[in-house]
């Protein structure tokens, strides 16, 4: 293969890359936003800025779209826990009250599109097909490995793995509840299911 036959090659590699890449991008936003059966592959196809005779030359079927979508969605939203728990942690605050902090903001409550797919998602899974489901059991184990990694050496009583998995069910299901609400209902709930978190599980309680 000639220098320059190899060339074309790699850009159109690098091309093909780039557009898969902005169709993951859309349809985790669409899939967040919207919920499973609210995905269409032609809006996605548009928002990405492709055509919709491109989706096949990408994914097999909107099953494995949906699928690799919700994967690129969790680990956006884990690796974006992380972020801001190493930033805050790094003022002093603990690990843990950081990701709880984060997780249960009204910042993520309006963050339909960039926030947890699992909590955004989750009363769907039981009318799945089981390639969905299984994506998001792995996304959920993505979440609680989040959380074993930050939950203090003191930990009350009980094995690491059970507290995270406690944690990760009480932070999606709070979740969900403060969307339910608005205002001050919503703040309300945010902010007792923090309190409850943090005393039980942060070394330095529930204080502020």
Same mark, same amino acid.
């Given at each position: 293969?000639? =220098? $320059?036959?190899?060339? $074309?090659?790699?850009?159109?590699?690098?091309?093909?890359?780039?557009?898969?890449?902005?169709?993951?991008?859309?349809?985790?936003? +669409?899939?967040?936003?919207?919920? *499973? %059966?609210?995905?269409?592959?032609?809006?996605?196809?548009?928002?990405?800025?492709?055509?919709?005779?491109?989706?096949?030359?990408?994914?097999?079927?909107?099953?494995? !779209?949906?699928?690799?979508?919700?994967? *690129?969605?969790?680990?956006?939203?884990? =690796?974006?826990?992380?972020?801001?728990?190493?930033?805050?942690?790094?003022?002093?605050?603990?690990?843990? @009250?950081?990701?709880? /902090?984060?997780? !249960?903001?009204?910042?993520?409550?309006?963050?339909?599109?960039?926030?947890? #797919?699992?909590? %955004?998602?989750? $009363?769907?899974?039981?009318?799945?097909? #089981?390639?969905?489901?299984?994506?998001?059991?792995? @996304?959920?184990? /993505? !979440?609680?490995?989040?959380?074993?990694?930050?939950? #203090?050496?003191?930990?009350?009583?009980?094995?690491? %793995?059970?507290?995270?998995?406690?944690?990760?069910?009480?932070?999606?299901? +709070?979740?969900?509840?403060?969307?339910?609400?608005?205002?001050?209902?919503?703040?309300?709930? !945010?902010?007792?299911?923090?309190? =409850?978190?943090?005393?039980?599980?942060?070394? /330095?309680?529930?204080?502020?």
């Amino acid at each position: 293969m000639s =220098a $320059s036959s190899s060339t $074309s090659s790699a850009t159109k590699q690098s091309r093909r890359e780039q557009s898969h890449e902005r169709i993951l991008q859309a349809a985790a936003r +669409a899939v967040c936003r919207d919920g *499973y %059966a609210g995905v269409g592959v032609a809006a996605v196809m548009k928002e990405a800025g492709l055509t919709h005779g491109g989706f096949y030359a990408h994914f097999d079927s909107r099953e494995a !779209l949906l699928a690799e979508a919700l994967e *690129y969605a969790g680990k956006r939203s884990v =690796a974006r826990l992380q972020e801001r728990g190493r930033g805050r942690s790094a003022r002093g605050v603990s690990a843990l @009250r950081a990701l709880v /902090d984060a997780y !249960l903001s009204e910042a993520h409550v309006e963050s339909f599109e960039e926030g947890c #797919p699992v909590a %955004a998602l989750a $009363s769907e899974m039981a009318r799945t097909g #089981p390639e969905l489901r299984a994506v998001a059991g792995a @996304r959920m184990r /993505d !979440l609680v490995k989040v959380i074993e990694g930050v939950l #203090p050496a003191d930990r009350p009583a009980g094995s690491l %793995a059970g507290n995270a998995v406690a944690i990760a069910a009480t932070l999606v299901g +709070a979740l969900q509840m403060a969307r339910t609400f608005d205002g001050a209902e919503r703040r309300n709930v !945010l902010r007792d299911c923090r309190a =409850a978190l943090l005393a039980q599980y942060d070394r /330095d309680g529930g204080a502020a």
